[in-house]
């Protein structure tokens, strides 16, 4: 384990109540490992900007009756295999389809295939989930 270091923090006092009530509502335990998820959230949106290798899930909702989108959707996945770890299909209801796309890779190519998913007509709903390796992030 990495060596733990103490440091002290000078803060506003209604700002802190504020984080408090903030952490709490969070359910974390204490403000040392809020901070601690703050840290690596910006660490983390650091590497989305200029790091290489990324993780994360795309996550569409769309209406598989719509013609020839089901096709699409396929097609662009195959264009980027190197990105795509795996692909979950849920059906959700009788019209609606939930799938769940998880990526690793370069940044850019995962923005700009969530991008052009997303804005594939008959698509309701995407969303990206920008996370870590966790290679970068103790
Ligand atoms: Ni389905």
Redesign the pocket.
Known sequence: MAEVVRFGVSLDRELLERFDNLIKEKNYSNRSEAIRDLIREEFVKREWIEGDDVAGAIVLIYD?HRKDLLNKITDIQHNYQNVIISTQ?I?LDHDN?LEIIAVRGNPKEVKKLADILKAIKGVKHGALSMSSTGKEII
């Open positions: 598989h299909h059906h389809c």
